[in-house]
């Protein structure tokens, strides 16, 4: 694990005031806005398995049309995006919007383990990955975002093996190894998150 503290140690002088720019961002979103909400929801339903630079472009691109499109229209406009599954995301957005004026609700009367507990039940497309991705997304920093990038670091530092498939008790139980680094370097998961992604892609995205 040293190593990789020292990795990432070495990188606050130079990525750190752009991690803390991002972490503001996450924090400064409004969560009395039904459509910030929404909107921020959709995009972690397009990341799932596709391209997050790609995504960004085609939540600016739609922006408020996420709220009106038809699934038909709404799938077509991802087509001519670009987006690997069109039909699905339209699919799985669509069925989404009957939460998008109460969602505010319920993430003010959920704590955020209740709350990902009811995005992965109730969201279609979200899993634990996207379902703490939006958490982190709207301000809750301490979930962990774990995909393919994070778990092939973790298992480089040999602080993982790498896992089969990432069932609920798995994606846990990585989690916990998580917190534990974040702990050890006073961060959050969210800010050990956009380092990991840097170390591995040399980019800070959301």
């Given at each position: ?5 020292d990795?990432i140690?070495?990188?606050?002088g130079s990525v750190?005031?752009l991690v803390?720019?991002r972490?503001?961002?996450f924090?400064?979103?409004d969560?009395?806005?039904?459509y910030?909400?929404f ?8 990341t799932?398995?596709f391209n ?5 472009k ?13 699934e ?6 991802l087509?001519e ?7 699905t995301r339209?699919k799985?957005?669509s ?5 998008k004026d109460?969602?505010?609700n319920?993430?003010?009367?959920s704590?955020g ?16 990955k996207?379902a703490?991705h939006?958490l982190r ?24 093996k ?9 994606y846990l139980e990585?989690?916990k190894t998580?917190k534990?680094?974040a ?9 050990l998150?956009?380092y990991l992604?840097y170390?591995e892609?040399?980019?800070i995205?959301?």
């Open positions: 694990m040293e190593k990789l503290l990795s140690k070495t990188l606050r750190g005031p803390n720019t972490i503001k961002e924090k400064g979103i969560r009395e806005s039904s910030d909400l909107n921020e929801l959709c995009f972690c339903v397009l799932a398995n997050a630079e790609k995504c960004i085609i939540q600016r691109e739609i922006g408020e049309e996420f709220l009106t499109l038809t038909e229209e709404l799938a077509k406009k087509a995006l670009g987006h690997r599954y069109p039909n339209a799985y957005i069925e989404s919007a009957k939460y109460s969602l505010k319920i993430i003010q009367s704590d383990k209740r709350l990902r507990e009811w995005l992965v039940k109730n969201i279609k497309g979200f899993g634990y996207e703490s939006f997304n709207i301000g809750f920093d301490d979930y962990a975002i774990i995909d393919f990038h994070i778990i092939d670091i973790l298992v480089r530092y040999n602080l993982i790498r896992p089969k498939s990432l069932s609920k008790k798995r990585i989690e998580l534990d680094i702990r050890k370097l006073d961060f959050c998961l969210a800010e998150d956009l992604w170390i892609t040399g980019k995205l959301k």
